[in-house]
């Protein structure tokens, strides 16, 4: 792996030695309390300890690794006022609502 912990394409991720720019955002996104956190800043900036708040068990150095994971990835952005999704982190943010529109069609399969 390399010395780099954060997931990069290019780069050898978990699951792709070649670094695919696919398996690095999956090695990314498969952190703990990651994706929470993108969910969290979906429709506005919040502060440190209110996006800590709504992440309920979250650990304030977990939380301060994932932002600072997600700033360097450029996800999310931060500044006075506290954590936003930066326009690539809105694109994210898009592109798992098929995701999600899957999970609903799982979940009632499994009820059927």
């Known amino acids: 792996?390399?010395?780099?912990?954060?997931?990069?394409?290019?780069?050898?991720?978990?699951?792709s030695e070649t670094g695919r720019p696919l398996m690095a955002a999956l090695d990314l996104l498969g952190r703990r309390w990651t994706l929470r956190v993108i969910w969290e800043l979906r429709s506005?900036?919040?502060?440190?300890?209110?996006?800590?708040?709504r992440c309920e068990r979250m650990s304030s150095s977990v939380l301060t690794t994932r932002l600072g994971e997600l700033a360097e990835a450029r996800i999310v952005e931060t500044d006075d006022d506290g954590y936003a999704l930066t326009p690539l982190g809105e694109q994210l943010l898009e592109a798992l609502h098929p995701l999600e529109k899957w999970g609903l069609a799982w979940e009632k399969a499994l009820r059927e």
Request: net charge positive; glycine share 12%.
């Open 44 to 53: 506005e900036r919040l502060g440190f300890r209110e996006l800590q708040r």
């Open 1 to 15: 792996m390399p010395d780099d912990p954060i997931p990069r394409p290019g780069r050898p991720v978990r699951g």
